[in-house]
């Protein structure tokens, strides 16, 4: 080794002590608040697949009662809502399910998708949940409106997409109240022809409903999201949010029309 490599060896062995240390002390003040309240457990660290999960994750993880106390569930503000990690909002959704279906789910870690910071609002979908169960949205009081009668499930093509999934997994989206900007003038046949993989219609309205019962507010307000799916007769399921009337719509479009305020919503999913 020659003694330039020498020197840079020993400036990067000098970078790194004082990254570590920043570390250290970063995570100390994240962490001292839970040690003095006996909520952190040094020993559920103790293995380096561990450590790595955590900081695959990008945060040091609340526990859940504590993240749900801590919380005016129905009135929690955009600002607050930034706040919250992508895996802080994973953990609330038993809780969304217990309070508007009356069931009690858990969605293990291990269904997470990987993905990018621009992907931090979690879909939570159980198989058990119909589109039409979805629509219906329990014990939700969200006046909606559907342009059929019949159940969804009835009208729609389940042999495609994930809508008639039986088994329970996670999808990250873009933390957009309205559709992605960047999918504007694009139809249904331009997304699938792109394979762009974007928001279903349960998923959508899940996601939705999830939202309004954290936070009060609806997607939508003022664009239309083109979902994935389609109907039996090949036209696509579209959600929106009615201001005029307060209810939150479902209805179709062509798969061939695209427009400035009709958009998909791109997503990471299984």
Not at 16 to 30: C, P, T
Not at 66 to 87: C, F, M
Not at 192 to 212: D, T
Not at 237 to 263: I, K, Y
Request: some cysteine; hydrophobic content about 40%.
């Amino acid at each position: 080794m020659g003694k330039k490599d020498g020197n840079t060896d020993i400036q990067v062995v000098g970078q790194w002590a004082n990254f570590s240390g920043l570390v250290g002390q970063a995570l100390w003040s994240a962490i001292k608040p839970a040690v003095a309240k006996g909520e952190f457990d040094f020993l559920a660290y103790n293995k380096i697949e561990t450590v790595r999960s955590i900081l695959r994750r990008g945060f040091l993880p609340q526990t859940t009662k504590t993240l749900i106390s801590n919380l005016n569930v129905g009135k929690v503000s955009k600002q607050e809502l930034v706040q919250l990690s992508a895996w802080d909002l994973k953990n609330l959704y038993p809780f969304f399910y217990q309070a508007a279906f009356g069931l009690f789910l858990d969605f293990p870690d291990e269904l997470m998708p990987e993905g990018t910071e621009e992907f931090s609002w979690p879909f939570c979908i159980p198989g058990i949940i119909s589109n039409e169960v979805a629509f219906q949205n329990g014990k939700l009081n969200i006046p909606r409106w559907k342009y059929m009668d019949k159940p969804l499930d009835a009208v729609m093509d389940l042999s495609r997409g994930r809508d008639a999934w039986l088994h329970s997994y996670i999808g990250l989206a873009h933390p957009n109240w309205e559709a992605d900007e960047d999918l504007k003038n694009l139809s249904g046949n331009d997304i699938e022809n792109k394979k762009i993989n974007v928001m279903m219609f349960r998923e959508r309205w899940i996601l939705g409903a999830f939202l309004y019962w954290l936070t009060g507010e609806h997607l939508d307000q003022k664009t239309i999201t083109l979902t994935g799916s389609r109907y039996l007769d090949g036209r696509v399921p579209v959600v929106f949010f009615g201001r005029s009337d307060g209810r939150v719509c479902v209805n179709w479009s062509s798969p061939g029309r695209a427009g400035g305020s009709l958009r998909s919503r791109q997503v990471v999913s299984a």
